[in-house]
Every structure is written in C-alpha cells, then in structure tokens.
C-alpha cells in the first residue's frame, strides 16, 4: 500500500499527477462494491478535484511546492471545515451553525499542500470502541468483508479509509482508543499523541481532558508526518525526521495484568510471536508484574474521568433530544450521571499516583509498554446489536487502550498479522511528551514485525 513519502517521491519526479491521486480516491469511493458510502459522511469531490488541478499546473510550471502538495486525506467528522456542519456523526447536530473556520489542525495539513477529500464516519459523538453508526451506516472492517466485521472505533471511516486505499493518511481523534482500536481492527498504523501536543481549536469535545487527535496511516513514517505537521512542525523538516532506533537499544515492558487477560485465540498467538520476533531480533523484552494496569481498569468502572466530562457536556442535549442518539450512545453517557465531583476528584489522584508508578517501570529513553492493542479481533457487527452484547464486546475493544489514556501517555498501534490473517495490534506506549521517542521505537519494531507477516 502507498505511504506519504512513496506518494511525495513519485509526485515530485512526475510520474503521477495530483488529480490522478484524486481521480483513484472518489472512484474507490464510488465502487459499488466498496465501503464508500458508508466510509463517509460528506465529500469534497469539486473543491479536491479543482485543488488537484492547480497542484499539477504550478507543478508542471517549475513552481517549488511542498512535497506532500497534492496528497488527498480524509479527515473525521469532528473536524471543523469552514463553511460546513460539524455532526460529528450524529442526527442531532445537523442544523447546528455552520463552522467560520477550520481546525488548526486539518488547516496546518492543509497548508502543507494536502487535500481533504471528505469527512469521514464515526461514532456519534465519538463515544463507542466499535464504530457503529446506525444514522450515516457502518462502514465495515477490510477484515472478512462478506461476513462484515465492527471497523472498531470512534475514529471508524477515518480508519477504513486508508485500509481501503482511498487515501494513505487519514486525520482522527483518541479519547480512550479511537485512533488505536480501527487501527487494529484494519491492520494499518494509528498513533494517539500526548494530550496537548495538537491544538484543540474547532474538534467537537468528547472529554476536554482526554481528547487527542491524532494521524493514522499504511506506516509509521506516514504518522509521524503528519504528527509533526499537526503539531505545528514545518514540512521540509518533518519529511526526513524519523529516527529508526535499532534493536539492541529497544527495551519492551511486557506487563504481567489484565491486559493480557481474556484475550481471542488469534490476538494471544499473533502476541507471542511477536515477542518471540522482536527478542530474537536483539529487543530486550521484560515481563513486569503492574497491577496499577488493573487499578485503572476497575477506577474507570467507578468513576472515569471521561466519562464524566462526556456526561456534563451532553446532560443538557440529552434532556431534549436524547431520543434522536444512538441508543449505544445514549446508554453510555446517561450511565455516567451518578458520577459526583469528588469521586473524579479521587480519579484524578490516583491518576497522579498511577503515572508515576507507570514512569518508574519504563525510565529508559528508548523503553516502552508493549501489550497487545485490542483483547479481541473485530466482532460480527450482526453480533452486537443488542445493548447486553454491546456492552460486554464495547469493553473489550477498549480496555487495554484506556489505560494509556489513563496515564496520560502516547501510544501506537501497529499489525502485527499477514494480509487476510484476523487483524491483531501491537501496541507501545511511553509517557507524555515522550511522542518522538516512541515514534523511533515504533519504526525499528515495525521493520522487525514486517519479517513475520511476509
């Protein structure tokens, strides 16, 4: 599958065109076959297409471009688009003001030359680790299409749009695993970046606490480019920034807790291998005993964080239009309306006292977590239409996600299985602020798990 850097080279030499790039995104959008309709909720075929074509003519002039002018990408649909409404996959926005100005962070993508192709589908609200949708439809995993499996969520469109190869890099967000879990569940790359490190400006909130966008795409490399234009990095200095760290110098904290519990058949073996993979490559690979893994899992079930921001920001909405949400959605919002200040206030300190136990095990510049990203493989999607299967299958897409979440790191998910294999995510993960040396972990154990999928 293409990468950003592949795209920039061939477009930079002339051997393809912009609007060629463009011309293949809509018409995978289109196939009848595919997931298009679904994968999007809006398109920007006119504008793109117009993009594309002056890309190629100032090309073709001599005029000195970026190198990623010309590169289509999706964005989801809680970015704000100037002139459009944000739904954010949802019925209930949808006569909401139009936006006055795009988010900073699709503007920046933008301005580096890229061009939005459409908004992209997602749980309403982003509020689900399966990315059902049952307003705009469910887009389906690129694993075992005829049966149709969850595309894992919220981040669901953003995701089955690179899997499908409409575009190479997509734009989501990750509250509790919305980048990381469709990543997963589509054998691609999504990172989930250091709160903070991305502005906020114009993203429809889930948890103003937890929010993070964050770039999927076909590698690490793709993310890491577009991580660093996100974060407001020039693009001539983010293309050749990437350091691959070698094996003898990656040190992996496996942690011995229930994040290696109740895991599907496929995901435990696809795990082992991996380790297996990564030491005899030269990757130290400590098991550790973090029961704080556990403590977070059961302090989340109490009282979490997010999940309170979620309830004070929709109470009001759901008292007059709650009707008109995903039941799912509406479940789990209304679920949290016996959460009270100081049992989040108690969330918050063990939080503090988590994160610095979670410090002390990987100290090391070029140390990380590594679990597996998701406990299961994408469900049936005709397997969780009742709330009782919803519930119990919702969990599982995101407990092992969350805790990084919890501890306030950076993580990412890369495949770790063949094409045509169940999709099964590898995960690392580090502190915040530590998002660049994670990114030169992820590029020397990608290289080393590419080996095994072959």
């Not at 734009?171 to 906020?200: H, L, W, Y």
């Amino acid at each position: 599958m293409d990468t950003i850097g592949l795209l920039a080279t061939e477009l930079g030499a002339g051997r393809i065109t912009s609007t060629a790039l463009v011309q293949n995104s809509f018409e995978r959008i289109k196939d009848p076959d595919g997931e298009g309709a679904r994968i999007f909720i809006k398109l920007h075929e006119q504008t793109a297409l117009k993009q594309a074509s002056k890309v190629d003519t100032q090309r073709k002039s001599g005029k000195t471009l970026s190198p990623l002018a010309g590169i289509p990408f999706s964005a989801k649909d809680l970015f704000d688009i100037a002139g459009e409404v944000t739904t954010a996959g949802s019925k209930v926005l949808a006569d909401a003001p139009v936006a006055s100005k795009t988010a900073l962070v699709i503007s920046r993508l933008e301005d580096a030359g890229m061009i939005n192709v459409g908004r992209a589908n997602m749980t309403e609200f982003a509020y689900s680790g399966l990315g059902l949708n049952p307003h705009y439809g469910t887009p389906k995993s690129i694993y075992d299409r005829a049966t149709g499996r969850c595309p894992g969520g919220s981040s669901s469109g953003s995701a089955v749009s690179v899997a499908d190869g409409i575009v190479s890099a997509t734009v989501g967000t990750d509250t509790g695993g919305s980048c990381r879990t469709p990543a997963a569940f589509n054998s691609i790359v999504g990172f989930k970046p250091s709160c903070g490190r991305m502005p906020s400006d114009g993203v429809y909130p889930l948890s103003v606490n937890f929010d993070a966008p964050g770039p999927f795409g076909n590698s690490v490399a793709c993310c890491h480019i577009l991580d660093q234009i996100m974060a407001g990095m020039n693009v001539t200095a983010a293309l050749p920034n990437l350091v691959c760290a070698q094996p003898q110098a990656i040190t992996l904290t496996v942690p011995q807790s229930i994040v290696l519990e109740a895991l599907d058949p496929e995901v435990a073996s696809a795990f082992a291998t991996s380790l297996t993979t990564l030491s005899n490559a030269g990757v130290r690979i400590i098991e550790a005993p973090a029961p704080l893994f556990d403590r977070i899992i059961e302090r989340n079930a109490i009282a979490g964080i997010a999940q309170y921001d979620a309830y004070q920001l929709h109470k009001d909405l759901l008292a007059e239009r709650g009707d008109e949400y995903d039941e799912f959605v509406r479940w789990r919002i209304s679920s949290s309306h016996n959460i009270t200040e100081e049992m989040v206030q108690e969330s918050w300190r063990l939080r503090r006292e988590l994160i610095a136990e979670a410090s002390a095990m990987i100290s090391g510049t070029l140390h990380a977590f590594a679990f597996p990203t998701v406990a299961i493989i994408p469900p049936k999607i005709a397997d969780v239409q009742e709330m009782e299967a919803f519930k119990a299958t919702n969990f599982h897409a995101l407990r092992n996600t969350s805790t990084l979440n919890f501890l306030d790191g950076c993580s990412i998910s890369l495949p770790s299985t063949a094409s045509g294999e169940a999709p099964v995510g590898f995960m690392l993960s580090m502190m915040h602020g530590r998002d660049p040396d994670l990114f030169s972990i992820a590029a020397g154990v990608e290289t080393i798990l590419q080996s095994q999928m072959k």
